[in-house]
């Protein structure tokens, strides 16, 4: 029954096949991919050391922005036209962070990945009016890490967060030296946050979701590199680190190198691994984070590519195989970067170090409590009308509702949540923890997910410890829900406190 809003009836797949020509059409006048001028170097975002200044100050933007298609589009960002600085912090830091709102419209900033609370986390609760400023602060204990920042305004994170409203906070404990990794910025170490874009014909970036990305969603058919297509990075000849974060509301990323030379995975989301992880290709869901190795040592350029996402909701029944021909974006590989060895340029680490953590990820606490969640996309009562779908997004049977608390977890306790779904793959994050996958889909966890999380692919069944070290009260609870940020904007959606019981 949960599957039946999926399936048309012979009236409806016509009607639908006709809007699907017309779309076809449109998508191939707006989704071409934009022709640029010359292949440009890859910026990297400008570096804010909290640390050293003693405070973070932000402000949400509008702008004009070029991704190299020689015109503006219209953008957001943070002290910038578009994303954000990259601020490095460490791992037990305090500062006082102001976030200034000169957007016309509400937004938040959320913190993900930091170990925060509830009241600091800059989500939907902690709205700031437009002209408004939020002044608050940054008081962590953790693990050194890649998190970032994003906005998570109500039912509008999806297109603030496209437009530009993100950025990456380096989690640094001054430790990488010693364990062999390349940390001196934009030198051998640097952040790639990726995004997926659709332009116009006139290379105006536009997010302009149809139903069927509402459903599943949007997925652009450009990529953009920290805001430029098909741009190049030179590196030092021996070993680089590639921060990376997929900040895009719905692609899944599968990375590989065109020579085929490995990818070493030594972080994920919420600290390092406890050895290199070799890989061929990487897959990165939204809101992933991946700290990885390469070696350039034999000097030779070498291409990122990009395989076709693999999340493209192929178990969605008969109306996903009209659509899938619709968008070319799922099913096409794109160059993601071109990096050039160059001589010129001072290398400091040659070897892949051997070890990386002394205190690699593992539960070390009894667990208190056994959750249970459902991530749904089933159709309400009303389920189809015309040719527009009505899909409930729902965890548990339920939509986001701000007012509702669904349930408190112990404070310092770890807890056992299995998150089911099922017809397609949602990437399940939650606030205010950092855990561990046990198994996916009744097997060990892939490697890549063998340290510290804070999103996860669910493609079945996950099921995952986690731990909760600070207080949200009611009304500053944290929220667990789809990365997708469509679905998430769509209800897939809860909420929970934590604190005494
Ligand atoms: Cu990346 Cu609730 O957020
Ligand atoms: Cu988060
Ligand atoms: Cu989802």
Redesign the pocket.
């Known amino acids: 029954m949960r599957r039946r809003t999926f399936l048309i009836g012979a009236a409806g797949a016509m009607g639908a096949a006709a809007s699907v020509g017309a779309s076809v059409l449109m998508n191939r006048f707006i989704g071409a991919a934009p022709r640029l001028a010359k292949r440009q170097k890859l910026k990297m975002p400008y570096l804010i050391d909290a640390n050293k200044d003693g405070k973070v100050a932000l402000a949400a933007m509008a702008g004009t922005f070029d991704f190299g298609t020689g015109v503006a589009s219209q953008t957001l960002g943070y002290n910038g036209a578009y994303l954000g600085p990259a601020i490095r912090l460490a791992p037990n830091a305090e500062v006082p962070v102001t976030v200034e709102n000169h957007l016309d419209e509400l937004t938040t900033l959320?913190w993900?990945g930091l170990s925060i609370e509830g009241a600091y986390d800059g989500?939907p609760h902690q709205p700031i009016a437009p002209g408004g400023v939020w002044s608050t602060h940054i008081a962590t204990r953790q693990a050194a890490a890649l998190a970032?920042y994003?906005s998570?305004a109500h039912g509008r994170t999806a297109p603030q967060v496209h437009s530009g409203l993100a950025g990456v906070l380096l989690i640094d404990d001054g430790g990488d030296k010693d364990f062999g990794i390349p940390n001196s910025y934009g030198e051998d170490e640097f952040v790639l946050v990726l995004q997926d874009k659709r332009f116009d014909a006139f290379g105006r970036m536009r997010y302009d979701p149809s139903d069927d990305d509402a459903l599943l969603g949007f997925r652009g058919d450009t990529i953009a590199v920290n805001g430029q297509i098909d741009p190049y990075l030179d590196v030092p000849p021996g070993l680089v680190r590639l921060r990376l974060l997929n900040a895009s509301n719905a692609r899944f990323f599968t990375f590989s190198f065109a020579d085929g030379r490995p990818l070493t995975l030594i972080g994920t989301d919420a600290g390092r691994l406890a050895a290199p992880l070799p890989l061929d290709s990487l897959r990165m869901a939204p809101?992933e984070r991946c700290d990885i190795l390469v070696d350039f040592s034999n000097g030779s350029a070498v291409m990122l590519w990009s395989r076709p996402d693999s999340n493209s909701g192929m178990s969605l029944g008969p109306l996903r195989e009209v659509k899938n021909t619709l968008n070319t974006g799922h099913f096409r590989s794109f160059p993601v970067l071109d990096f050039r060895p160059s001589s010129t340029m001072k290398s400091s680490f040659a070897r892949i170090p051997s070890r990386l953590n002394p205190a690699p990820a593992q539960i070390d606490r009894p667990v208190s409590q056994t959750r249970h969640f459902t991530l749904d996309m089933s159709g309400g009562e009303s389920g189809m009308e015309g040719m527009t779908m009505k899909v409930r997004m729902t965890i548990n049977g339920q939509l986001l509702d701000m007012s509702r608390s669904d349930f408190r977890v112990a404070l310092g306790s770890s807890e056992r949540w299995i998150v089911s779904t099922v017809m397609m793959a949602h990437p399940f994050?939650v606030?205010g923890c950092r855990f561990k996958v046990i198994s996916e889909d009744g097997a060990p966890p892939r490697s890549e997910n063998s340290g510290w999380k804070d999103v996860v692919v669910v493609e079945k069944q996950v099921e995952l410890i986690a731990e909760f070290d600070n207080p949200a009260n009611d009304s500053n609870p944290y929220?667990y829900?789809c990365?997708i940020l469509e679905h998430?904007d769509a209800g897939m959606m809860g909420q929970f406190s934590v604190g005494g019981v």
């Open positions: 959320h993900h989500g970032w994003h998570h809101a994050h606030h929220m829900h990365h998430e």
